[in-house]
């Protein structure tokens, strides 16, 4: 502590290569962030315009799809920058507020995948009273609790990042996690450590278990349908949902739920890469090849699109 000076800024060292190596991965990087963007914002035009769409369930699709463009946004464009210049610095207000929202909107991610499985749970095993429970209503209250619930629960941990010594400048990563920022403090950080494994640890897995509960019940329901026919319908409404939790605890379970988190940043960084990137752009792709309904609206919406277009020529 006695060599503590007040740190204004921090440098990334996530990707000490070469020059041509750094640009190829600036390609493929970029491509991949306007692919994320333009499918996420293809999922939320179907869904706020396309009639048939117009339900709960891909009401909370549309603001996952919302939430992955900002996920990535987070992450990406400095990423983008780094990868360009010799200076790969971040100040030390922007390191924070990265920080923050990165675990801000991870959080909502989780919980709004739970609401997701009690939705289809919902639909499934009370399809009488679909309506009834999950109307707009309960829809909305649902989404602003998810959002605003995680805004409240990251705040602590990130006011306690705010107010640590540091004592190096270089980061080991490609953005401000939680652990290479940890590693750079300079003090004894196990506490805060535990106090993170301990948020995360709630954050992923009740919601995991949450959402493990809403599918046995479907499962269960779904096996007593007698038609095989019935049965394939209701599991294809669930089958998108299900990849997509798969993918993303998964990922988010090795690299969080753990007592420490500082002695494996080479296999954060490729997990990283994994929920900042790749994650967001799988989303769209696995929902509009997976979902019918997805698909009948963007058959209708190129339908009308061809038939717009040629009756103009």
């Given at each position: 502590?006695?060599?503590?000076?007040?740190?204004?800024?921090?440098?990334?060292?996530?990707?000490?290569?070469?020059?041509?190596?750094?640009?190829?991965?600036?390609?493929?990087?970029?491509?991949?962030?306007?692919?994320?963007?333009?499918?996420?914002?293809?999922?939320?035009?179907?869904?706020?315009?396309?009639?048939?769409?117009?339900?709960?369930?891909?009401?909370?699709?549309?603001?996952?799809?919302?939430?992955?463009?900002?996920?990535?946004?987070?992450?990406?464009?400095?990423?983008?920058?780094?990868?360009?210049?010799?200076?790969?610095?971040?100040?030390?207000?922007?390191?924070?507020?990265?920080?923050?929202?990165?675990?801000?909107?991870?959080?909502?991610?989780?919980?709004?995948?739970?609401?997701?499985?009690?939705?289809?749970?919902?639909?499934?095993?009370?399809?009488?009273?679909?309506?009834?429970?999950?109307?707009?209503?309960?829809?909305?209250?649902?989404?602003?609790?998810?959002?605003?619930?995680?805004c409240l629960s990251v705040m602590?941990?990130?006011?306690?990042?705010?107010?640590?010594?540091?004592?190096?400048?270089?980061?080991?990563?490609?953005?401000?996690?939680?652990?290479?920022?940890?590693?750079?403090?300079?003090?004894?950080?196990?506490?805060?450590?535990?106090?993170?494994?301990?948020?995360?640890?709630?954050?992923?897995?009740?919601?995991?278990?949450?959402?493990?509960?809403?599918?046995?019940?479907?499962?269960?329901?779904?096996?007593?349908?007698?038609?095989?026919?019935?049965?394939?319908?209701?599991?294809?409404?669930?089958?998108?949902?299900?990849?997509?939790?798969?993918?993303?605890?998964?990922?988010?379970?090795?690299?969080?739920?753990?007592?420490?988190?500082?002695?494996?940043?080479d296999f954060d960084k490729v997990?990283?890469?994994?929920?900042?990137?790749?994650?967001?752009?799988?989303?769209?792709?696995?929902?509009?090849?997976?979902?019918?309904?997805?698909?009948?609206?963007?058959?209708?919406?190129?339908?009308?699109?061809?038939?717009?277009?040629?009756?103009?020529?």
């Open positions: 502590v006695g060599n503590r000076s007040i740190v204004t800024e921090f440098t990334l060292n996530a990707f000490p290569v070469l020059l041509e190596i750094r640009i190829f991965l600036f390609v493929v990087l970029l491509l991949t962030y306007t692919l994320t963007a333009t499918g996420n914002i293809m999922i939320i035009s179907l869904i706020w315009t396309v009639s048939h769409l117009q339900t709960p369930m891909y009401f909370f699709l549309s603001n996952l799809s919302f939430l992955d463009i900002l996920y990535t946004t987070v992450v990406s464009p400095k990423l983008l920058a780094c990868l360009l210049r010799e200076e790969k610095t971040i100040s030390f207000a922007g390191c924070i507020t990265q920080t923050y929202f990165y675990f801000f909107l991870g959080t909502v991610e989780f919980i709004l995948l739970a609401i997701m499985s009690f939705d289809r749970y919902v639909a499934i095993c009370n399809p009488l009273r679909y309506t009834l429970i999950m109307n707009s209503r309960v829809s909305l209250l649902l989404v602003l609790g998810c959002w605003g619930g995680a602590t941990p990130t006011i306690i990042v705010t107010r640590l010594p540091y004592c190096r400048k270089e980061i080991n990563h490609f953005f401000c996690d939680i652990a290479p920022l940890l590693q750079v403090a300079c003090i004894d950080t196990r506490p805060i450590e535990k106090i993170n494994f301990f948020l995360s640890a709630l954050v992923i897995l009740s919601s995991l278990a949450f959402t493990a509960g809403s599918y046995s019940y479907i499962i269960s329901t779904i096996l007593r349908i007698p038609s095989v026919q019935g049965r394939q319908k209701a599991f294809s409404t669930c089958a998108s949902h299900i990849t997509l939790v798969s993918i993303a605890y998964g990922t988010n379970i090795f690299v969080y739920v753990r007592p420490s988190q500082k002695f494996s940043l997990a990283a890469v994994l929920i900042t990137v790749v994650v967001p752009l799988l989303n769209p792709f696995i929902y509009s090849l997976r979902n019918e309904k997805v698909k009948e609206g963007l058959r209708e919406k190129m339908n009308r699109f061809v038939s717009l277009t040629l009756r103009k020529t």
